[in-house]
């Protein structure tokens, strides 16, 4: 399974952060977690890391679509869920495995 592997402290607090690639993905972290997801609305395939966060929740930019980042559950439509990729940290490193 391909990793994706980046220094922590490059991953800004409290906003998304768009890690090019294929696909995009999009890191949140805070200072209690960090969740990756691919970088898509499951509505309408706007870029989450274009979005607003706060308060553990992650706005879409093109609807207001709202998504807790904790778990990837859609409080707007709660069947369009994101799925977190796992990741793994290790000291001051982030790996994300992509599937």
Known sequence: MP??????DTIPFDRPFRLEGE???????????????????????????????????????GHGWEFEIQTGHCLTV????????PIQVQEDRLSIELE
Not at 40 to 53: I, K, M, N, T, V
Not at 78 to 85: D, E, I, M
């Open 3 to 8: 990793k994706i592997e980046l220094l922590i």
């Open 78 to 85: 709660p069947v369009c869920n994101l799925r977190p990729l």
């Open 23 to 61: 696909p995009p993905l999009v890191v949140i972290r805070t200072v209690d977690m960090i969740r990756v997801f691919v970088d898509r609305c499951p509505h309408a395939h706007w870029p989450l890391s274009d979005g607003e966060f706060k308060d553990g929740v992650l706005q879409c930019i």
